[in-house]
């Protein structure tokens, strides 16, 4: 186990808070906001364009970040293209893949509108869209077997919905994509950071900077195992090589895919957070959010008037007090202790309001929440509960 004393030090807002938002954003450690400041005060200038030592610096510091994520997934650098957040990145999949008339995409009742949305919109191309059920939680891989078929072209599912925290079995997903000749990807959001897995085996990975990575906000990567398989949806400065008056010449992935001025300051933030992180241990970071997430859950379902609906073994934890309503509830919660969590449909309405028409509570772990936390947020519950019987 790390020094979880020593590692809240890195997060000053902790000591003003009790934070459990972190499936919506994490807080940001200081040592990225001053590698941040670093770039601001020492060397501020574009990416990639300029011969002067301060553009020298930021293009290398910058794609030192890439180096950095690469080695971190285990995937080659080169695959790696930044976007602003996960949902940028899925995006840049569903408009740059090569779609025809009559072909399928494949994703599931858990998702974030961010994996919905955009294959929802591609009915337009003539593309329709398949919806996998789930069982209390789970994609079964038999439900894709039955509904995948020839026109399946993209299998695209959530590793961890962040409604419940259930783990998908992505890999097995991934296997009958591929043994039907689909592609699939993977919306990481939830999962980068905070459990261990094999990139390599999936075609997309749609990957956040500001949840598990601890990065700032406005930062995200796309992983795509081949570039041939997408066309660039947006054009600018930055990716060409050559621009004559008629056409122009592309600079090679990833760079191609990345036209204008990005987020410099955020990317040498994101590469340093993704350096805390890995000093902390994936798996060790798992094993200590599951612990304090299994709690959670355990205790709030044994207060009368609770229903919880996420299953032990996951650190998102979303749960309902009977007789008020989910934001009445989150309010209480931080006027009662400062405590922060998440209410409402959460960017995942079909999935939220299933479960309750106003949507839902939701408690999320991070590295650095604590035991004492989240019996804090119980104690409250207790509380807010007894009131209202």
Same mark, same amino acid.
């Given at each position: 186990?790390?020094?979880?004393?020593?590692?809240?030090e890195?997060?000053?807002?902790?000591?003003?808070?009790?934070?459990?938002?972190?499936?919506?954003?994490?807080q940001?450690?200081?040592?990225?906001?001053?590698?941040?400041?670093?770039?601001?005060?020492?060397?501020?200038?574009?990416?990639?364009?300029?011969?002067?030592?301060?553009?020298?610096?930021?293009?290398?510091?910058?794609?030192?970040?890439?180096?950095?994520?690469?080695?971190?997934?285990?995937?080659?650098?080169g695959?790696?293209?930044?976007?602003?957040?996960?949902?940028?990145s899925?995006?840049?999949?569903?408009?740059?893949?090569?779609?025809?008339?009559?072909?399928?995409v494949?994703?599931?009742?858990?998702?974030?509108?961010?994996?919905?949305?955009?294959?929802?919109?591609?009915?337009?191309?003539?593309?329709?869209?398949?919806?996998?059920?789930?069982?209390?939680?789970?994609?079964?891989?038999?439900?894709?077997?039955?509904?995948?078929?020839?026109r399946?072209?993209?299998?695209?599912?959530?590793?961890?919905?962040?409604?419940?925290?259930?783990?998908?079995?992505?890999?097995e997903?991934?296997?009958?994509?591929?043994?039907?000749?689909?592609?699939?990807?993977?919306?990481?959001?939830?999962?980068?950071?905070?459990?261990?897995?094999?990139?390599?085996?999936?075609?997309?990975?749609? +990957?956040?900077? !500001?949840?598990?990575? $601890? /990065?700032?906000?406005?930062?995200?990567? @796309?992983? =795509?195992?081949?570039?041939? %398989?997408?066309?660039?949806?947006?054009?600018?400065?930055?990716?060409?090589?050559?621009?004559?008056?008629?056409?122009?010449?592309?600079?090679?992935?990833?760079?191609?895919?990345?036209?204008?001025?990005?987020?410099?300051?955020?990317v040498?933030?994101?590469?340093?957070?993704?350096?805390?992180?890995?000093?902390?241990?994936v798996?060790? +970071?798992?094993? !200590?959010?599951?612990? $304090? /997430?299994?709690?959670?859950?355990?205790? @709030?379902? =044994?207060?009368?008037?609770? %229903?919880?609906?996420?299953?032990?073994?996951?650190?998102?934890?979303?749960?309902?007090?009977?007789?008020?309503?989910?934001?009445?509830?989150?309010?209480?919660?931080?006027?009662?202790?400062?405590?922060?969590?998440?209410?409402?449909?959460?960017?995942?309405?079909?999935?939220?309001?299933?479960?309750?028409?106003?949507?839902?509570?939701?408690?999320?772990?991070?590295?650095?929440?604590?035991?004492?936390e989240?019996?804090?947020? @119980?104690?409250?519950?207790e509380?807010i509960?007894?009131?209202?019987?």
């Amino acid at each position: 186990m790390y020094d979880l004393v020593r590692l809240r030090e890195q997060f000053p807002v902790l000591s003003t808070c009790i934070y459990l938002d972190s499936a919506s954003t994490s807080q940001t450690p200081s040592c990225a906001v001053e590698a941040m400041c670093g770039y601001f005060y020492e060397y501020a200038a574009n990416h990639g364009r300029g011969a002067h030592h301060l553009a020298r610096r930021t293009t290398e510091e910058f794609e030192k970040t890439r180096g950095i994520l690469g080695e971190f997934l285990g995937v080659p650098e080169g695959n790696l293209v930044f976007t602003k957040n996960t949902t940028d990145s899925i995006n840049m999949v569903a408009h740059g893949f090569c779609w025809n008339e009559g072909d399928e995409v494949i994703t599931s009742s858990l998702e974030h509108h961010a994996n919905y949305l955009p294959w929802l919109v591609l009915g337009g191309k003539g593309v329709s869209m398949k919806v996998l059920p789930h069982e209390n939680g789970i994609i079964t891989p038999d439900s894709l077997q039955e509904m995948i078929s020839s026109r399946t072209k993209m299998v695209a599912v959530t590793h961890m919905p962040n409604v419940l925290g259930t783990l998908q079995p992505v890999d097995e997903l991934a296997a009958i994509a591929h043994d039907n000749g689909a592609k699939i990807l993977i919306d990481a959001a939830q999962s980068v950071g905070h459990i261990p897995f094999d990139s390599t085996t999936f075609d997309y990975l749609a +990957i956040p900077g !500001h949840k598990g990575l $601890l /990065g700032p906000q406005g930062t995200g990567a @796309l992983y =795509a195992a081949d570039w041939e %398989t997408l066309s660039i949806a947006c054009h600018g400065g930055g990716i060409v090589e050559n621009v004559y008056r008629d056409s122009f010449e592309l600079l090679p992935p990833p760079a191609c895919f990345e036209p204008g001025t990005p987020n410099i300051p955020g990317v040498i933030g994101l590469g340093r957070a993704i350096r805390l992180v890995e000093e902390l241990g994936v798996e060790t +970071i798992h094993s !200590h959010e599951v612990a $304090l /997430g299994t709690a959670m859950q355990k205790g @709030l379902s =044994a207060i009368e008037g609770v %229903t919880v609906y996420s299953p032990p073994g996951t650190g998102v934890i979303s749960f309902n007090i009977d007789r008020i309503e989910p934001g009445e509830c989150a309010r209480r919660l931080d006027e009662m202790k400062g405590i922060c969590v998440r209410s409402g449909m959460h960017c995942a309405q079909p999935l939220s309001s299933s479960l309750n028409p106003s949507g839902t509570v939701r408690a999320s772990i991070g590295c650095y929440s604590t035991m004492e936390e989240v019996e804090a947020l @119980l104690s409250c519950v207790e509380i807010i509960s007894r009131d209202h019987r």
